[in-house]
C-alpha cells in the first residue's frame, strides 16, 4: 500500500523529466539532423550550423541574380517552385527589391531547392524551366519567368505543367518549340542537384531557405517565408556591419 | 459535454482566483508560442544576437519581427494549433501544479493524456515552411520523409491531435480540481 503510494507521488515528478527530455532530444535531433532532405548527416551544435553557412557556393555572375552584382547585402534565396511559402516570399522579395534593389543596397541571388519528397518531378521540371528560359532569353527572361510563374502557380502540386511551363514562354517571348526540346533535354538537371546539395550543405531544412550575406561576408540564415518587417530588419543590421 | 464544461469552469474559478497561477499559465503559454515561432530561426537569432556588430536595438528589432512569421509562415491550420497548443500547455501544466500543492493525486489517465499531448504537439510543431516540420526531421533519419506526404494535412494532424489530447488531458485535470477528496464505493 505504501510502495503504491510512493509510487504514485513519484509518477508526476518522473513524467515531467521524462518530457523534459524528451523535448530536449527532439530538438537536439532536429538540429542534428536539419531535417536534410538527402539523408545526410549535418553538424548539430550552433556554432557547427554557422559554419555551415560558408558552405554557400560563392557568388558568381553565372548566378542568376537581380540588382547590383556589387551590392552591398546580398540574399541568396534557395526555392521550390511548388512550395506555397516560396511563392509568398517571392512577393516579399519583391517588396524587398523595390525598396532596397533601386538604390543598389541589396541584390538577390536566386537558387533551387527542389523537395522531392513533397513535390517530386514537379518542382525540378518547373527550375529547370526557368533555367530554359534564362538559356533561350537572358538574365531578364528568368526572372519574367519566376515572376509569372508564382503569378499563376496554385502551389502543392496543383500546377498543370503542360499548360503553365509552355504558355509562361510564350508570354516571355520565347519560341516554344525550342523551350519544349531545352526542357526535355535534362540538361539542366546537374546544375539544379548541386544547387540543391549546396542547399543542404548550408543548413537548409526546408524552403524557402535565405542566407543574407552582409559586406564583411558576415552571414546570416533566414529560414522561412518571414514577414517583410524581418527581412526589413535584418537587412538593415547587415548593412550596419562594418 | 455539458458536464465536462461545467468541471472546466469550476476547476478555472478555483485555479485562477490566483493572480500567481494567472502568471504562471500566461508566461509558460508565451514561452511555448516564442519556442515554436522562433524555433526555424534560432540559429539567426543566436547568430544576430552574439556575433553582429550592430547595435543592440538593431539586434532586438531582427528578434521581435521573426514573431511576425506566425502570418505568414504558418497555414491557418497550423498557425490555429499552434497558438492553441501554446493555450493549452500554459493552462495544463499550471493545473497539474496547482494539484501537486494541493497535494492531490493527478492519476495515470491524465499523466498518460497531458503527456501525450504535448509529446504530438512537439512532433506537429516547425515552421509550416515546405519541409520543416520536427516530425519531418525525425522521418528524415529514417528515410521515410515521404510518409508524411501521405497525410492529408502533411504532417498537422500531429498538431490538430495535441489540441485534442491536451483538451481531454484538461477536462481530466479540472474533474481532479473539483471533485472532493472522497472514497468511491
Known amino acids: 500500500m505504501e510502495n503504491q503510494s510512493k509510487k504514485e507521488r513519484l509518477s508526476l515528478p518522473i513524467a515531467v523529466i521524462l518530457a523534459g527530455v524528451i523535448i530536449a532530444g527532439a530538438v537536439i535531433w532536429s538540429n542534428k539532423n536539419n531535417a536534410n532532405l538527402t539523408q545526410k548527416q549535418l553538424p548539430a551544435t550552433e556554432a557547427e550550423r554557422t559554419e555551415n553557412l560558408d558552405k554557400m557556393k560563392a557568388i558568381s555572375k553565372e548566378d542568376h541574380i537581380q540588382g547590383n552584382f556589387e551590392a552591398t547585402v546580398k540574399i541568396v534565396e534557395y526555392v521550390d517552385m511548388e512550395c506555397p511559402f516560396c511563392k509568398h516570399f517571392h512577393s516579399t522579395m519583391q517588396q524587398v527589391m523595390n525598396e532596397y534593389g533601386k538604390s543598389g543596397k541589396v541584390a538577390w541571388v536566386y537558387r533551387h531547392f527542389p523537395l522531392d519528397q513533397l513535390h517530386p518531378v514537379k518542382a525540378r521540371k518547373e527550375a529547370a524551366a526557368t533555367e530554359c528560359a534564362a538559356e533561350l532569353g537572358d538574365n531578364d527572361s528568368f526572372w ?68 543574407v550575406v552582409a559586406k564583411n561576408g558576415k552571414k546570416y540564415p533566414l529560414s522561412g517565408a518571414q514577414p517583410y518587417t524581418a527581412v526589413k530588419q535584418l537587412i538593415d543590421l547587415a548593412l550596419q556591419e562594418k | 459535454m455539458k458536464v465536462h464544461l461545467q468541471y472546466i469552469q469550476q476547476s478555472f474559478t478555483k485555479v485562477f482566483a490566483h493572480t500567481s497561477y494567472i502568471a504562471l499559465a500566461s508566461s509558460l503559454a508565451i514561452a511555448a508560442f516564442l519556442f515554436v515561432v522562433w524555433l526555424p530561426n534560432f540559429g539567426l537569432i543566436g547568430e544576430v544576437l552574439s556575433t553582429s556588430s550592430a547595435p543592440l536595438a538593431a539586434k532586438l528589432k531582427v528578434v521581435i519581427s521573426l514573431l511576425g512569421g506566425i502570418s505568414t509562415n504558418f497555414s491557418t491550420l497550423s498557425a490555429s494549433y499552434t497558438i492553441a497548443i501554446a493555450i493549452l500547455f500554459g493552462i495544463v501544466v499550471t493545473m497539474v501544479v496547482y494539484l501537486v500543492r494541493k497535494r492531490i493525486q493527478l492519476g495515470g489517465n491524465t499523466i498518460v493524456t497531458g503527456f501525450s499531448g504535448t509529446l504530438s504537439g512537439i512532433l506537429g510543431i516547425g515552421c509550416a515552411a515546405c519541409g520543416s516540420f520536427l516530425l519531418m526531421a525525425i522521418l528524415s533519419s529514417f528515410g521515410a520523409a515521404g510518409a508524411l506526404t501521405l497525410l492529408p494535412l502533411k504532417g498537422g494532424e500531429f498538431g490538430v491531435l495535441s489540441v485534442i489530447l491536451l483538451a481531454f488531458s484538461l477536462v481530466l485535470i479540472s474533474k481532479k480540481i473539483v471533485e472532493p477528496l472522497i472514497c468511491k464505493t
Do not use: M
Open chain 1, 144 to 211: 519574367k519567368y519566376i515572376d509569372r510563374f508564382f503569378e499563376l502557380t496554385p502551389s502543392n502540386n496543383q500546377t498543370d505543367l503542360d499548360t503553365v511551363l509552355p504558355q509562361i514562354a510564350r508570354e516571355i517571348g520565347l519560341k516554344e518549340t525550342k523551350f519544349n526540346s531545352c526542357l526535355t533535354s535534362k540538361k539542366y538537371d546537374k546544375h539544379i542537384q548541386d544547387d540543391l546539395d549546396n542547399a543542404t550543405a548550408t543548413g537548409g531544412r526546408g524552403t524557402p531557405w535565405s542566407i
